[in-house]
């Protein structure tokens, strides 16, 4: 069982708006920022997010982060068929000494 | 560009030590979390630890998961510009592909390794 909860499936058409979640606590995403890496069917994981809302170059405006809390959301907007992927958030906590927490994942599905 | 790339045995017998390697190209290996994940296969992303090289062979903390820290070991060795993870007394349960990551930030993980599928099995 993850430490941060995400849904385990998403999905939507093409051109449509999606949101996946994610939950924490207040040792993690309360108290520290989340970064979100996209990962495609059978290939490394990528980093789509990093510090809640920032875009690594090279990464389309479409997609974008937010953290209100201990919640954090990834948002995509202008749904692709490319975008068809499993998405992770994952964030700092800062108990037992500290560590990294990842949430379960998410399955996006465009349909 | 900076690649990573994760190398060691495919196949590690129950209660050995498993040992991989990630080597660090077209940048420097200084200041820095070199970091482990894992991924069993068909599951999510885990969290292995790192290492944070700051330049100095004196100050580089290290950080596990706690829940494998008594069985992990990572070092780095910058005249190969390499960074090493070691895990202990493995099971089935260990069974994953390993992936190596530099991490501008602890969690911020910004270049991956195209990982490397370890399997523990008799």
């Known amino acids: 069982q993850s430490v941060l909860t995400q849904p385990p499936s998403a999905s939507g058409t093409p051109g449509q708006r999606v949101t996946i979640s994610c939950s924490g606590s207040?040792?993690?995403?309360?108290?520290?920022?989340v970064n979100w890496y996209q990962q495609l069917p059978g290939t490394a994981p990528k980093l789509l997010i990093y510090?809640?809302?920032n875009r690594p170059s090279g990464v389309p405006d479409r997609f974008s982060g937010s953290k209100s809390g201990t919640s954090a959301s990834l948002a995509i907007s202008g749904l692709q068929s490319e975008d068809e992927a499993d998405y992770y958030c994952v964030a700092w906590d800062d108990s037992l000494n500290g560590h990294v927490v990842f949430g379960g994942g998410t399955k996006l599905t465009v349909l | 560009q900076v690649q990573l790339q994760e190398s060691g045995p495919g196949l590690v017998k129950p209660s050995e030590t498993l040992s991989l390697t990630c080597t660090v190209s077209g940048g420097s290996i200084s200041h820095y979390y070199w970091t482990w994940i894992r991924q069993p296969p068909g599951k999510g992303l885990e969290w292995i630890g790192y290492?944070?090289?700051?330049?100095?062979?004196?100050?580089?903390?290290?950080n596990y998961s706690p829940s494998l820290k008594s069985r992990l070991t990572i070092s780095v060795d910058t005249s190969k510009n390499q960074f090493s993870l070691k895990m202990s007394s493995v099971t089935g349960a260990d069974t994953a592909v390993y992936y190596c990551?530099?991490?501008?930030?602890?969690?911020?993980?910004?270049?991956w390794g195209q990982g490397t599928l370890v399997t523990v099995s008799s």
């Open positions: 990551a530099r991490g501008v930030g602890d969690s911020w993980l910004d270049t």
């Open positions: 510090s809640n809302n």
């Open positions: 207040s040792s993690n995403i309360g108290i520290n920022t």
């Open positions: 290492i944070y090289y700051s330049g100095s062979t004196n100050q580089n903390p290290s």
